[in-house]
């Protein structure tokens, strides 16, 4: 089965290959290093504005 590296887009195959779903050890290290950089990130609320949400909820009770 062929796939494209996310990083660099070459074409590589799935099978026989220990970095999938990169094409090289190199593309599998620059994609970790843009979540360790928060070049990515998960999209969800600031954890300040929940503390802040949660500490209304408790005061309302």
Partial sequence: MKII???CKKTTTWEEN????FCSER??????????SEEY???????EKKEKDEEREDKNK
């Fill in 5 to 7: 590296c996310p990083v």
């Fill in 41 to 47: 990130r998960i999209a969800g609320e600031k954890e």
């Fill in 18 to 21: 220990p970095w999938r779903p």
């Fill in 27 to 36: 593309c599998k290290l620059i994609d970790l290093g843009k979540w360790a």
